[in-house]
């Protein structure tokens, strides 16, 4: 690339502080300066439209009933705060017991898809075995299927094991959800980490399992917390399936989809915000990570 | 050894995923009881003569009991007790042999009611000093082995339960011919001499489930709604994504905040985003609030109403743009990060401007990220639910996923339900077969 530009004769250019230099110096800062503008001005509207949303419903969700249900609502930053629609939505029937649900349900599907996902994820980036590439190929399948698909013949299935609106089932349905996911970034993941380095560690005299487990574990461990909370958000979040494979024991979601017709607003809103809080949090942590895990696919 | 170590996870979507898929679509095209087998004999190993479909009409011709099979649990049966008795004949000896339960009087019971003991019988009205024949084997066309007298008292060894078996007809069918089917998937009616088939024994491939699909009153708003919020939305989706991606990459001050706040909608459920936006559009909510303070509405307008259907599906566009955004962005920014900078700086060099930049060297080079976006977007527009029942309730607006659970969870008709899901995986699939080609083909132009 550089050899273009030297293939432009030196002598031909005009001298570095003629006018018309000067001239065209001070259009392109003029231009760069627009174009910063510009995108700092998109940056923040696009900011906005997605900030303000959340933060209407977060201030429903903190405010009286009444505010809830007056008309016209005060412009945005003025709205009363109370813990009144929050305290109705925790002492509403079954809250509790869904809201406990969900957080067994998400924690048994990272445990779970974690387990089964660390040792396949390692083995595609370390290995190349035949196969690897059909196996590649099958988990990015499994992860391109509808839900809606799975989640009425598991249901069937469950029905007939007797396991049917248990939230170990819906774990189990959750883990084979997140786990193509979870295969593809922890070998990522993996990869990120150069197998010399463990083969430094056995020069220096550990066995390949010390070398793994004070090497490697430390390298992979962020980036494999990272998939496991995104593997909670997943399964926190997931809302189809737990309203098929459940009927006592709701999850969070499941209850709040099916009561939608019938529950006051600020009902709504506030498992809205409880919905909403698990992914805000753990956002924050995984960001660096979003392009390990999509960058991967587009290869 | 890396077979081992990807085992579990095979396995595990073998169990999880593979096996419950197939099931599920066999769901669709299959039906497990479609036709009753009718056998020449009242017996298990009976030759079929004659299939009949559910709900045919019968005469039924006769009845006899035949033992069980184990696999009958549960299921609701016409059973008779047959008793192998032991008594002492007329001519005072010892003999043994089966007879039904309606010849026996129980006397004597152990403590679970279980049949020790009784007497022969005597029968009523004509033939009543007849004794009574005791068969070899508890069925009613093995031969006699021996004959007890009326009253004789008898002590039971073993109970067998047989299950009725009937002899039938299809009656309005002339053609079909009679045979032997279980009493299980017979339901007789009150006269006793009628009835139908309940259910089948065996199963048949049927496209009757999704014939049934595309009858159903909502197949077409449901389709045809997923298809214009598709058409709606991943236009304006892509090019809000690109703009996005952009002001990433210019690589701002504060940058990694804005990223935090670009990808937060990735994590959120679509319920949540649903109730979202009807925080803004339902009646006294924010948008009807800003409206009237900056004076364009007098009053509250009601957006989310059968009325105003236009409305929910701009919510609905609204919403989807807002949450599903972000993961588009994610993969066009990794898209660009992987365009060498000395690319771009050669294009500037040579006097191209941003947009130019953008048209020509960045958009051609993203190609393939855009063509994984919109395969992965198009599969997840076939699935919008929540956010569809959040603002509509469902019923208003309906698309194909919500006609899956609908048929799933209120109609209780898991054929038909499947038959929505196996036609969503087959728009899923062309869809991205679509992409594939298209996006090739265009590369291929791109080339030459």
């Known amino acids: ?299 | 050894m890396p077979y081992l170590l990807i085992a579990p996870a095979l396995i595990y979507l073998a169990m999880f995923f593979a096996y419950p898929m197939f099931q599920g679509l066999m769901l669709a095209i299959f039906d497990d009881d479609a036709a009753l087998v009718l056998v020449d004999e009242p017996s298990l190993d009976g030759q079929e003569v004659e299939r009949l479909t559910q709900g045919t009409r019968l005469n039924i011709l006769g009845r006899q009991g035949n033992l069980l099979t184990d696999d009958s649990e549960g299921t609701e049966l016409l059973t008779e007790q047959w008793f192998l008795v032991v008594g002492e004949s007329a001519g005072g000896a010892e003999v043994s042999g089966w007879a039904p339960e309606a010849r026996v009087r129980i006397r004597d019971e152990a403590a679970d009611g279980t049949p020790l003991g009784g007497t022969i019988r005597p029968r009523l009205g004509a033939g009543s000093d007849e004794a009574t024949p005791l068969l070899a084997e508890p069925n009613e066309t093995s031969e006699t082995v021996a004959e007890l007298e009326q009253r004789a008292p008898v002590t039971i060894e073993e109970i067998a339960v047989l299950e009725v078996w009937f002899q039938v007809q299809a009656s309005e069918d002339s053609s079909k011919v009679a045979g032997w089917a279980p009493s299980r998937f017979v339901e007789v009616f009150d006269d006793e001499e009628t009835g139908r088939v309940d259910e089948g024994s065996v199963g048949e491939f049927t496209t009757g489930f999704i014939t049934k699909m595309f009858n159903d009153s909502f197949f077409s708003d449901a389709w045809q709604t997923t298809l214009l919020l598709m058409l709606l939305i991943l236009p304006l989706q892509f090019v809000l994504a690109m703009l996005m991606a952009l002001v990433i990459d210019a690589r701002l001050k504060l940058g990694s905040g804005f990223l935090y706040i670009f990808t937060l909608p990735m994590g959120m459920s679509d319920l949540a985003v649903g109730i979202l936006f009807f925080s803004i559009f339902t009646g006294n909510g924010l948008l009807n609030s800003v409206l009237e303070a900056i004076g364009i509405l007098d009053g509250p307008k009601t957006f989310l109403s059968a009325d105003t259907i236009p409305w929910i599906i701009f919510a609905i566009v609204l919403a989807e743009l807002w949450r599903a955004t972000s993961i588009v962005m994610v993969i066009i920014v990794s898209g660009l990060q992987a365009i060498p900078r000395e690319t771009l700086e050669a294009a500037e060099l040579f006097g191209a401007g941003y947009w130019q930049r953008v048209r020509h060297i960045m958009l051609p080079l993203l190609l393939p990220s855009i063509q994984v976006a919109l395969i992965l977007r198009t599969i997840l527009a076939f699935q919008v639910f929540a956010v569809v029942i959040a603002l509509s309730g469902g019923d208003i607006v309906t698309v194909l996923a919500n006609e899956t659970y609908r048929q799933y969870f209120e109609f209780r008709n898991n054929n038909v339900a499947s038959a929505y899901a196996l036609f969503i995986l087959l728009l899923s699939m062309a869809s991205a077969f679509f992409y594939l080609r298209a996006v090739r083909a265009q590369t291929e132009v791109a080339n030459t």
């Open chain 1, 1 to 299: 690339m550089t050899d273009s530009s030297t293939s432009i004769s030196p002598s031909s250019l005009p001298p570095l502080d003629s006018p018309e230099v000067v001239d065209l110096h001070r259009k392109m800062k003029r231009r760069n300066l627009r174009g910063r503008l510009f995108t700092y001005a998109s940056a923040i509207l696009i900011a906005l439209w997605i900030l303000v949303p959340i933060f209407f419903v977060f201030s429903m969700a903190f405010t009286t009933e009444d505010t809830v249900r007056s008309y016209p609502k005060n412009f945005l930053p003025f709205i009363p705060f109370s813990t009144e629609t929050m305290t109705f939505f925790l002492q509403s029937e079954g809250v509790l017991e869904s809201l406990l649900n969900s957080i067994i349900v998400a924690v048994v599907t990272l445990v779970l898809s974690t387990i089964i996902a660390v040792p396949a994820g390692y083995a595609v980036a370390r290995y190349l075995f035949p196969g690897r590439d059909l196996f590649r190929l099958a988990v990015l399948a499994v992860r391109a299927f509808p839900i809606v698909v799975l989640s009425i013949p598991l249901a069937v299935l469950f029905l007939r094991a007797g396991l049917f609106d248990s939230v170990w089932s819906l774990a189990l349905m959750h883990t084979a959800l997140a786990m193509p996911t979870t295969i593809l970034v922890v070998s990522s993941v993996f990869a990120s980490v150069p197998y010399e380095l463990e083969e430094a560690g056995q020069v220096f005299g550990a066995t390949p399992l010390q070398s793994f487990r004070y090497i490697v574990t430390p390298l992979v461990l962020p980036g494999i917390a990272a998939s496991g909370l995104f593997t909670f958000v997943l399964s926190w979040n997931e809302v189809f399936a737990a309203s098929v494979l459940t009927l006592e024991n709701r999850t969070l979601p499941a209850l709040v989809l099916t009561s939608l017709a019938n529950s006051p607003d600020a009902f709504q809103f506030a498992g809205g915000f409880f919905l909403m809080v698990p992914s805000i949090i753990f956002m924050f942590f995984i960001r660096k990570y979003l392009f390990n895990m999509w960058g991967q696919v587009s290869k």
